[in-house]
């Protein structure tokens, strides 16, 4: 099942950067194109352009979970 995929959670909040602090974050803006290829138990995979070149996004789940936060974290980690 999908989960709700809308503003940044408080986990989001915490995990990102705020301003791009992270050398990491882009402007969501900037991606184009999305559209779901793939799922799994923390998030959504899209695929799109970036400033012209095909990524792959994902999009992560807002879950509510605090014994799966610190999976998400992990996640974000290895994402970035």
């Known amino acids: 099942p999908v989960s709700k995929m809308t503003a940044p959670s408080a986990l989001a909040n ?3 950067a705020p301003g791009g ?3 990491w974050d882009i402007n969501y803006n900037d991606l184009e194109g999305l559209h779901p ?3 799994g138990n923390f998030g959504q995979v899209l695929r799109g352009t970036y ?3 095909e990524v792959a996004v994902k999009k992560l789940l807002d879950i509510d979970d605090e014994f ?3 999976y998400i974290e992990r996640e974000m980690a290895i994402l970035k």
């Open 21 to 23: 602090e992270s050398g």
């Open 37 to 39: 290829i793939a799922g």
């Open 68 to 70: 799966m936060h610190k």
């Open 14 to 16: 915490k995990i990102a």
């Open 51 to 53: 400033l012209g070149t």
